[in-house]
């Protein structure tokens, strides 16, 4: 393909060697005449294992080349990759200055061809700036709309700097949102890499980016915090840590990476406190792992006043039905310890705000409950007795909200039948079934 890369530089200069290199006919665009100048002499503008010999290759074979100049670059292209900074502002913002600046000079020098052009966004942008930022610039700089002759796509990169090179041939996966055509297009520029390809939605293959590098962020914090805390009680976190990624069931693994709703139990709150303790008392702060219970405890606020909202609301609920469904009250399926359930906790809630709660879970049977699980359930929901019901369709009977904690498919299928105006559905799991219905509202999805 011929394609004009904007921006060399860590991420540009390594694409457009990498690309030259397994075929493509790139130009290389940058308002920086110096690093213009420098790939043209066959050398690159940044410096990364491998690549002085790759891109030296690639200038000389004709296969790459460079340019300050968009309408030459553009000259005979048929997609654009866009590698321009975003930086930070001075409020935390993404600096979108670089990539509207670009955008904007590919829709004013392709409004004069009728070549088919394909622009595809590769610098980390925030959720959203494909669609509200990009396609309306490029539509009016082109006078072009997106469709047969003008695709846009967002294509996150994911390489590092120090190992560039490596990573851009072996990446984790390719993750393309947009239009199947572009999608397409951007699919074959990548043709040569192994690796699982994501068609996704715009916003999502945006998001991707951000959630890699934040969960990156809080694993390097996660272990560094552990190891501040550890050195104080004489543990060597190295010789933990080495023990703890050969989980790959839970540690290092998709556990406990599905959206849904907050965790609870015997184990987790418990032992998230100890460890604060033990901060306290050692004089070491632990703001991640205190910021775990703190976030966790706002999504229980946050689902409670959306269940509020929802009764509230007169132009869905005219009748004032203040009837709410719980379905699942333990703290996770197939279990009938309540101990520190987000469930409890929720139902508390709605109970002392007056609302008519129904509950049922398939696990709990109070006359069983006994020792630590009775005594907690005791002082936290004193009339469960009354307010659990033994068979789902008779908690769901006449509810205006239902709320499904339970990852049970007859749950799932009641709920379909019952067709409550408001399903919240805090499971994370049951997402087919209950969405077709019209009151359907996921956490998470
Ligand atoms: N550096 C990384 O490791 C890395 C990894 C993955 C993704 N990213 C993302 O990729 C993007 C680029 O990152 P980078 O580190 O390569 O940035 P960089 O600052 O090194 O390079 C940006 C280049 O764009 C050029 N530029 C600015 N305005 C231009 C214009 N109007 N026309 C042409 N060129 C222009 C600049 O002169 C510069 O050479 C960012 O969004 C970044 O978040 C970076």
Same mark, same amino acid.
């Given at each position: 393909?011929?394609?004009?890369?904007?921006?060399?530089?860590?991420?540009?200069?390594?694409?457009?060697?990498?690309?030259?290199?397994?075929?493509?006919?790139?130009?290389?665009?940058?308002?920086?005449?110096?690093?213009?100048?420098?790939?043209?002499?066959?050398?690159?503008?940044?410096?990364?294992?491998?690549?002085?010999?790759?891109?030296?290759?690639?200038?000389?074979?004709?296969?790459?080349?460079?340019?300050?100049?968009?309408?030459?670059?553009?000259?005979?292209?048929?997609?654009?990759?866009?590698?321009?900074?975003?930086?930070?502002?001075?409020?935390?913002?993404?600096?979108?200055?670089?990539?509207?600046?670009?955008?904007?000079?590919?829709?004013?020098?392709?409004?004069?061809?009728?070549?088919?052009?394909?622009?595809?966004?590769?610098?980390?942008?925030?959720?959203?700036?494909?669609?509200?930022?990009?396609?309306?610039?490029?539509?009016?700089?082109?006078?072009?709309?997106?469709?047969?002759?003008?695709?846009?796509?967002?294509?996150?990169?994911?390489?590092?700097?120090?190992?560039?090179?490596?990573?851009?041939?072996?990446?984790?996966?390719?993750?393309?949102?947009?239009?199947?055509?572009?999608?397409?297009?951007?699919?074959?520029?990548?043709?040569?890499?192994?690796?699982?390809?994501?068609?996704?939605?715009?916003?999502?293959?945006?998001?991707?980016?951000?959630?890699?590098?934040?969960?990156?962020?809080?694993?390097?914090?996660?272990?560094?915090?552990?190891?501040?805390?550890?050195?104080?009680?004489?543990?060597?976190?190295?010789?933990?840590?080495?023990?703890?990624?050969?989980?790959?069931?839970?540690?290092?693994?998709?556990?406990?990476?599905?959206?849904?709703?907050?965790?609870?139990?015997?184990?987790?709150?418990?032992?998230?406190?100890?460890?604060?303790?033990?901060?306290?008392?050692?004089?070491?702060?632990?703001?991640?792992?205190?910021?775990? $219970?703190?976030?966790?405890?706002?999504? %229980?606020?946050?689902? =409670? *006043? #959306?269940?509020? +909202?929802?009764?509230?609301? /007169? &132009?869905?609920?005219?009748?004032?039905?203040?009837?709410?469904?719980?379905?699942?009250?333990?703290?996770?399926?197939?279990?009938?310890?309540?101990?520190?359930?987000?469930?409890?906790?929720?139902?508390?809630?709605?109970?002392?705000?007056?609302?008519?709660?129904?509950?049922?879970?398939?696990?709990?049977?109070?006359?069983?409950?006994?020792?630590?699980?009775?005594?907690?359930?005791?002082?936290?929901?004193?009339?469960?007795?009354?307010?659990?019901?033994?068979?789902?369709?008779?908690? $769901?009977?006449?509810?205006?909200?239902? %709320?499904?904690?339970? =990852? *049970? #498919?007859?749950? +799932?299928?009641?709920?379909? /039948? &019952?067709?409550?105006?408001?399903?919240?559905?805090?499971?994370?799991?049951?997402?087919?079934?209950?969405?077709?219905?019209?009151?359907?509202?996921?956490?998470?999805?």
């Amino acid at each position: 393909m011929n394609v004009t890369l904007f921006g060399l530089g860590y991420v540009g200069t390594v694409t457009a060697t990498c690309l030259a290199a397994r075929g493509h006919r790139v130009v290389g665009v940058d308002t920086d005449s110096g690093k213009a100048a420098a790939v043209n002499a066959g050398r690159p503008p940044v410096i990364e294992p491998g690549l002085e010999e790759l891109l030296a290759r690639a200038v000389e074979s004709g296969a790459l080349r460079a340019t300050e100049s968009v309408r030459d670059g553009l000259a005979d292209s048929d997609l654009s990759l866009v590698c321009v900074g975003t930086p930070s502002a001075t409020n935390g913002s993404t600096d979108l200055v670089q990539v509207r600046r670009v955008v904007g000079e590919i829709g004013a020098t392709i409004a004069t061809s009728d070549r088919p052009h394909t622009v595809v966004i590769r610098s980390t942008v925030p959720p959203g700036t494909v669609d509200d930022v990009v396609v309306p610039l490029l539509e009016q700089a082109s006078g072009r709309t997106i469709g047969s002759d003008l695709q846009v796509a967002m294509c996150p990169e994911f390489l590092r700097e120090g190992s560039s090179v490596a990573d851009f041939f072996g990446p984790p996966f390719l993750v393309i949102g947009g239009a199947p055509a572009a999608a397409a297009a951007v699919r074959e520029l990548f043709g040569f890499l192994d690796c699982s390809v994501h068609v996704v939605e715009t916003r999502s293959a945006e998001s991707v980016k951000y959630a890699c590098n934040a969960f990156h962020a809080l694993k390097v914090s996660f272990a560094n915090e552990l190891s501040r805390l550890y050195r104080m009680l004489d543990v060597d976190s190295r010789q933990v840590m080495d023990v703890f990624v050969q989980d790959r069931q839970l540690n290092i693994s998709p556990a406990y990476l599905r959206p849904g709703f907050a965790f609870g139990g015997s184990c987790l709150p418990k032992d998230l406190r100890s460890l604060l303790y033990l901060g306290r008392m050692n004089n070491v702060d632990l703001p991640v792992l205190e910021a775990s $219970l703190a976030t966790n405890e706002m999504l %229980v606020r946050e689902v =409670a *006043d #959306r269940i509020l +909202a929802s009764v509230d609301d /007169a &132009a869905t609920n005219p009748a004032h039905n203040r009837r709410v469904a719980l379905l699942g009250l333990s703290f996770k399926h197939n279990t009938d310890d309540l101990r520190e359930s987000p469930n409890v906790t929720l139902a508390e809630i709605l109970i002392g705000k007056g609302l008519d709660v129904r509950i049922y879970d398939q696990v709990v049977n109070p006359a069983q409950l006994s020792g630590a699980n009775l005594r907690y359930v005791q002082a936290r929901l004193p009339h469960l007795q009354k307010v659990l019901h033994d068979d789902v369709a008779e908690a $769901l009977c006449g509810a205006h909200v239902a %709320v499904v904690s339970s =990852a *049970d #498919r007859a749950v +799932a299928d009641a709920v379909v /039948a &019952a067709k409550p105006p408001v399903v919240l559905d805090l499971s994370g799991r049951l997402g087919a079934p209950l969405e077709t219905l019209d009151g359907y509202q996921g956490v998470g999805w």
